[in-house]
């Protein structure tokens, strides 16, 4: 039997069981754990290749094949660091393992047809397209900065830049509901709305949930009483959707303690009111008071001093440990409300580079399944992954469909080059479509002439893009036909089975600890854990991929 060396091996058809790859310029190596494409069987596209009709392409017809397989591709998600061969059917993700021809090739389970398109995988990470839990609906073009940047879902609220979508994700009212659903029709991206949750009797909160929302958005901007927090809270639990609270950090009614005693053990989702997330280095903590300001309509002059400088830095660094523990389960944008939509996946990946630089290996619970290795972090890899993916996917009850690459789900997926892993996706996925990538002029005569420029496909161009995207609604208002009351063309998921969850349920991020913070906002503590650390001096994913 002839032999090639390993080099050769993954410059043709991707690295495979024990290789390494490092992602972008991080400190994150990921180490490949199994690989299901057959030494010796693999299938490759172009000239020279295998996939041939009598080859590693078998002669079925269209409905026993697959519509479009991708090749040889290093799967990374919340289950595993593997090598397979993906197949689409129908716009979903059909089979995760080997490709080929059945006749000829034994384990052949990912089919090759004449009516099989090809993308090709080798050399590049495969991920699930990433979900935003929380934005603000500004402006339509932020669906299309998103897909470009690897996100695929979109769960947020607003109607424009009025002052109200400005300072609160959530979009108020039946009539307003209905009219964003119908302006999703034109946007590249999956879409949930999350409605206004600030009320104290049932029927105004619960008329927007039967009008289309998958949530409610609770926002001290529009006020959170503790009477507010209690009927939204029941309100959610009547209809199984979630509630995403920012708690009233101005204090202006209730206590930590009323909230805590209002909320009990329900499932309610609660964000930091700073978007402390953006600040990993010295200019991201400025930024974050700017942010602060703007979006609250707050003028910089009255913030307190604590706000600034150490304060926010501790913020930051407690909230980045919080993260590395698992404390924290999910990341979100809050896209033009203090955060960049585009750079969701790229500050998700910064955060686990710096946390590497700060607390070393990180080795995975002893229950875990995962088998700890130095030389590696997958676990790490694992868990940062969940935040943007599956994570909160299950927190908005939509994770039957979108938030994970597996089998059954909306093939919403992204292909990078490990060099510019969470900077510059080479392919976004829609529904099984190509939907985004970088391209030439389109008059030249290739199509990586320069300069390249992200653009969309035809993935989401044209009648397609209501085959390929989804809008969520809540089961309510899937069951009393508004979808079809507002003639939406898209595809329709539902959320659901919400209420039930716990902490338990965020996959690798579910630690529960007690928190103590000190009356001036200068140390936080986990379970007697002090959570600080100091800010870097600069981080990697940064501007050196913006020289080219």
Known sequence: MSKISRAEYAALYGPTIGDRVRLGDTNLVAQIEEDLTHYGDEVRFGRGGSIRDGMGQCQRQADLVMDTVITNALVIDFWGVIKAD????????AAIGKAGNPNIQTGADVIIGPGTDIIAGEGHILTAGGVDAMTHFISPAQAEVALMAGVT???????????GSLAAP???GPWNIRRMLQAAEGLPVNIGILAKGSGSLPNPLEEQVRSGAMGLMLHPAWGCAPAAIARAVEIVDKMDVQLLLQPDTLNEAGTVAELLAVVGERCVSTLHGQRDYQGRDYHGAEEALQALGLTHALPLSVLSPPVSGMGQAT????????????????VASGGQGGGRIGDLIRRTWQMAHSMKVRRGHLAPPPFAADIDREDNDNYRIKR?????????AINHGIAHEVGSVEVGKLADLVLWRPAFFGVRPSLVLKGGLIAAAPLGDAGASVPDAQPLQ???????TGAAAPMTCMTFVSQWAFQAGEPQRLDL??????????????????????????????????????DGMLMACELLPDVPLGQRYALF
């Open 86 to 93: 993906i197949g689409l059917k129908d716009g979903r993700i």
């Open 153 to 163: 879902t979109l769960i947020g609220g607003g109607t424009g830049p009025s002052a």
């Open 170 to 172: 959530s979009t108020p």
């Open 315 to 330: 913020r930051v660094g407690a909230l980045e440990m919080l993260h590395d523990l698992g404390a924290i389960s999910v």
């Open 384 to 392: 940062y992954i969940a935040k943007y993916g599956i994570n909160p």
């Open 454 to 460: 992200y653009a969309p496909m035809f993935g989401v």
């Open 489 to 526: 063309a898209r595809r329709i998921g539902v959320a659901r089975d919400v209420r039930q969850l716990r902490k338990i349920d965020m996959i690798h991020n579910f630690w529960q600890p007690a928190i103590e913070v000190d009356a001036r906002g200068t140390q936080v503590h986990a």
